[in-house]
């Protein structure tokens, strides 16, 4: 079955410094892989995907992230963070058609300080 | 707004109540997810539909737990004699079928049950 870890529960960056959140999945096949990000009172909003080809990522607010396959992680990274990216992050990996039967990680709650 | 909509966004119930919530897709999808996220966790797949079929439903959705589709546009989820463990957040999300569909799903912003 698949399966996603976020080994961090909370993360603390300064504005202007980067970022790296973590995500390791298991999947039997090549997998379909999401960031979703979740603002306080918000729907969860896709920041990126991937499902073949280039391994690195360009998603939405400068987000990018890395498929590597021998690491089966997916981590999610922004060079220069700023205080509106406070919220939480969700990695999920894809099942059946398209990838849409999701299974997400507990998530990291990402703290900005000025 | 032609988001996906969930009402209503707070419930408040007594145990043993039997509480509903409805969704509205983006009018265009076909797919309709139902996820339920607890403190501290990711959302889990509860169920879905293709139309007015539900196709899978998850070991998560007890007995007490159904979900509608009729027409195939919106859809109720329905959970019966509410046990404390059922607080949480009720998430719906659809996608679109085909050369539409990206693998994106689009969420709502949940409806969140409390049982006291």
């Known amino acids: 079955a698949q399966s ?22 298991s999947y039997g096949a090549t997998p379909y892989l ?10 969860l909003q896709l920041l990126l995907k991937y499902f073949s080809g280039d391994t690195l990522v ?4 400068g987000f990018e992230a890395e498929f ?24 999920a990996v894809g099942a059946g058609e398209y990838g849409n039967k999701l299974v997400f990680g507990a998530g990291t709650i990402l703290r900005v300080k000025s | 707004d032609t988001g996906v909509s969930q009402d209503p966004r707070h419930k408040i119930t007594k145990r043993g109540q039997n ?12 797919r309709l997810y139902w996820y339920r996220q607890t403190l501290g966790q990711g959302p889990e797949f509860l169920t879905y539909f293709q139309n007015e079929a539900q196709l ?3 070991r998560l959705l007890s007995d007490r737990f159904s979900a509608e589709r009729p027409k195939g546009s919106f859809s109720t989820l329905e ?19 085909g050369l539409s569909n990206t693998g994106e799903l689009f969420f709502g912003e949940g409806s969140r049950l409390t049982v006291l």
């Not at chain 1, 999401?34 to 729907?43: H, L």
Request: net charge negative.
């Open chain 2, 56 to 58: 899978e439903k998850s």
């Open chain 1, 4 to 25: 996603v870890t976020q080994p961090d529960i909370h993360i603390t960056v300064s504005e202007g410094a980067s970022l790296e959140l973590r995500c390791n999945y």
């Open chain 2, 79 to 97: 959970i019966q004699r509410t046990e404390q463990g059922d607080s949480a957040m009720y998430l719906c999300a659809s996608s679109p079928l």
């Open chain 1, 34 to 43: 999401f960031w979703y990000v979740q603002s306080p009172g918000q729907g």
């Open chain 2, 19 to 30: 509480v509903t919530f409805r969704c509205d897709p983006i009018s265009e999808h076909n």
């Open chain 1, 68 to 91: 590597k396959r021998s690491q089966s992680s997916f981590n999610l990274r922004k060079p220069s963070v700023h205080w509106s990216d406070a919220a939480e992050y969700f990695c």
């Open chain 1, 58 to 61: 360009q998603g939405i607010k």
